[in-house]
């Protein structure tokens, strides 16, 4: 129970208190989903639906309630310090989109999303997009209505990125993305006329050293093996909450260097999880502060850390040890940066053309939320785009518009995050870069007590207490930028590549 | 959502919804508890703990709704089928036994309860029994107001007991454990003036040659992985659904034949689990009949399967090459059915001297309840009955009246279901062998299905269709009874140890 504090108002205890039994159970529907994905045997699959199901009807429930409106309206004129305003903001915003939407519509979404991801896989499958076609059709529609209830004067696919990223509009990502647009093709253009090649690795690289080596680059990094754990999972993910944050990865036994990648990218979701105050669980304080956020600290140690040639300055002997290579450092930095220009698939991607995938995705969704594209031209559109970004044609829908879960989810709007947090990403390292003595010396010799605590402070510590826009400022001084992306991608890939730039 | 059918009352479709909410939550933070024992980092502990509070709270909600009441006086006289009325009354009696306890003191229970656990664990650890006391003593009176409030004018130890064993009076217990006391007291006396000495096994048998052993036991044993999974845990147990029903087990480096006997114990509680009908998944027909029934699954394998001759004819040759023994048949029959009369403690017991442990803790608890014992005098009654009842004095409390963790669970009155559950394997496998041609034959072919349909046809689908009394009669053609399990025990162990009877 909430202890009483004279200055605090009942009405906000019983706000959290409600708050945080719906954030227990949505806690408790990650381990649901946790386990689905890494433990459970195949036929508990019918079961597993009816209790996530239920887990998530009652959290709604929970966040809906007439009592809750009442509470907000309570405390709408009152006095409340920083942090609480920062609190019952949160909640109302939560509280409002929900109550919003007809519960009828949340089942139809459920259940036509629950229906949708076999129809896609099958799709998927056979190359097939007329297959997927209707399904996609009655999303949109679907998405488009969901939108629609919760604002009606706003642009509908603004709001279904607010879904997942709540405090930077859509002109942000749309600015960001141009930028990032802008800057990319050119330098991929030019690193596709460089003679030069990076070195690169080849062999078979046996799935059981694969999971010994990403332990201990988890170890290296200073994951807490007392606060979360490492499974395979067919879809790298991270789960989790504060005091338990869980990091799934995947082998490949020709790319060795995948699973480390991706183990690193999972770890830096983990590693914000695990950063957050312990203290608030169960309030908006305690919770991160949205995709963008969450990813820009994947995307950190992923790549600023992790594809760093002071991070294989540390781990080239470990790997080395562990496949019996003699690779330099230097080698495996540069495979670990080879910049593909003939692949389609989004997951496979390098740092620089990632970027072109996203804003592909940005830019049809968009157009299919609003009406502006038809379904059955999202192949052709696709397919013509992908060779005016990258300069590649996929072969098959499979490999281009079909290749994303994403969509069969009804999610629209979520991928802009990625690149929005690559780009904060790389903000936010140039910052901690700035105040932290030799940081590049610092993960070369395996210390990364530095970057931790400034992250801690400027991003993991204040949960939901500030807007990502208000974030993001107090950490860098500035709004979110493709600048610094850019200018750490040049620098270098220019340098990889040897780019007279 | 359930399909309308004319002849179905909406009250009883709404009640089923409702219940089914309910049971898939129950089911979800089963998940939770099984993650918590086999899976969760330590640090994960209070999330866990607030998650698990969260879900049992909304279920516990769920079915103490004043509309729950409303749906189930509608459906009084209602026009109902046999089965229908069945799934009314399970319904309405764990509503009213939840309803008339009030909110506050399930809290303090639950609190209690949480907080008496590391106190028992350090008083056993430090064999203090002092330490323990208070904490018992407040245990004690919280169930006592429990039951008081369920039910002001029963025996408020019957009323804890119907907490675990709904449709089986007191009475049926007393004078079960009584007809057990009688007949297995001579019985081990006996044993142990025989000059016959069963086959004993030594040696050091690897934890991973248990686990696979116990794997292929399980294989042997008809375990369906694709519904469930063997991991290992501190304290064996099965927790699921008739989707994904699991085991666990553990292992002791000397003892090889421990952790078989235990996982094939847990096979037959998920055994029971999976034989639950899937159609009636979130309905009191797809629950198991209560720990009576479900204990009679698990022993009826341990001991009726696991430990007979017939069984060991089946799997004494994979054992061998697992260990590279050489044992015979006979020899692993006689090694796992050994009689210890020098064991004080329960869970190492074997299948006869197992009872008196049990009947030793129902008379004590009993006594607790009601007030005829004084918690302080509790060792001493223990040692002294341990003693008459088994020749044994334990050398401290932790070996004695600390040793089993009910107690610190606020659990008065489930031990007597073990020794039920015994009881009814014996009387069920009686039946089951009288209906199936040479079922040892069987057996020792490894053919389990005729049994299986057995089991299936008589117990594991009705659910909750019958009460206790009617399903054993129903199954058996009579009342519970010690008496086949009394003749099973005289002529199994007359045998192995030579006794003139």
């Known amino acids: 129970m909430a202890t009483t504090d004279d200055s605090v108002p009942a009405a906000y205890e019983d706000l959290l208190d409600r708050y945080g039994r719906a954030t227990y159970l949505g806690d408790a529907n990650g381990i649901l989903s ?4 890494v433990m459970m045997p195949e036929g508990g699959t019918p ?8 887990v998530s009807a009652v959290a709604h429930d929970i966040l809906v309630d007439d009592e809750v409106a009442d509470l907000l309206d309570e405390l709408d004129g009152a006095d409340l310090s920083d942090e609480r305003r920062a609190v019952v903001r949160e909640i109302r915003r939560e509280h409002e989109r929900k109550v919003r939407v007809p519960t009828d519509l949340v089942e139809e979404i459920s259940t036509a999303t629950a229906e949708a991801h076999p129809v896609w896989a099958d799709a998927r499958e056979a190359d097939e997009f007329d297959a997927f076609a209707p399904t996609l059709e009655r999303l949109l529609d679907l998405k488009r209505r969901y939108a629609e209830h919760v604002d009606p004067d706003a642009d509908h696919y603004a709001t279904l990125f607010a879904d997942y990223e709540p405090y930077l509009d859509l002109s942000t990502a749309e600015r960001v993305l141009e930028e990032l647009r802008e800057g990319l093709v050119p330098l991929i253009e030019a690193i596709a006329d460089s003679d030069t090649e990076p070195y690169a690795i080849s062999g078979t690289f046996p799935e059981s050293d694969q999971l010994e080596l990403t332990h201990e680059a988890l170890s290296t ?5 007392e606060r979360g754990r490492l499974d395979t999972a067919p879809h790298p993910f991270s789960m989790g909450t504060q005091f338990d944050a869980r990091v799934t990865t995947r082998f490949d ?21 695990l950063g957050l ?10 919770e991160h502060r949205g995709l963008t956020v969450h990813e820009s600290q994947s995307r950190l140690f992923e790549n600023h850390v992790g594809r760093s040639e002071a991070f294989w300055r540390l781990f080239v002997d470990r790997f080395n040890a562990q496949y019996d ?13 080879r910049v593909y220009d003939d692949n389609c698939i989004r997951v496979e991607a390098d740092e620089l053309t990632y970027h072109l995938h996203i804003v592909l995705r940005f830019e049809i969704e968009r157009e299919l939320v609003v009406g502006d594209l038809a379904v059955e031209d999202v192949p052709t559109v696709w397919n013509d ?9 996929p072969d098959g829908d499979d490999e281009g518009c079909l290749q994303d879960i994403h969509w069969s989810h009804g999610s629209f709007g979520y991928f802009p995050t990625y690149s929005l947090g690559s780009v904060l990403a790389a903000q936010l390292y140039a910052a901690a870069a700035a105040e932290i003595d030799d940081l590049d010396s610092k993960i070369e010799a395996g210390e990364f007590d530095a970057l931790q605590a400034w992250l801690r402070e400027n991003v993991h510590e204040h949960g939901r207490r500030y807007r990502t826009d208000e974030l993001i400022e107090r950490a860098t001084g500035e709004p979110l930028t493709a600048e610094y992306f850019l200018e750490y991608a040049e620098e270098k890939f220019g340098e990889l590549y040897d780019l007279d730039r």
Do not use: C
């Open 277 to 286: 105050p312990q203290d608030a669980y169960g309030s908006p304080l305690g």
């Open 47 to 54: 079961a597993r639906s009816k209790q996530r199901g239920a």
């Open 385 to 393: 785009r992908m060779d005016a970004y990258l300069g590649v044609r």
């Open 221 to 225: 990094l200073g994951y807490d093996f």
């Open 325 to 337: 290579t003699d690779l330099t450092a230097r080698q495996a930095y540069e495979a670990a940066n």
């Open 34 to 37: 946790w386990d689905q994905e």
């Open 253 to 273: 036994q020709s790319e060795p260097l995948d699973s480390l990648a991706s183990t690193i990218h999972e770890f830096g979701h983990a590693n914000y999880t």
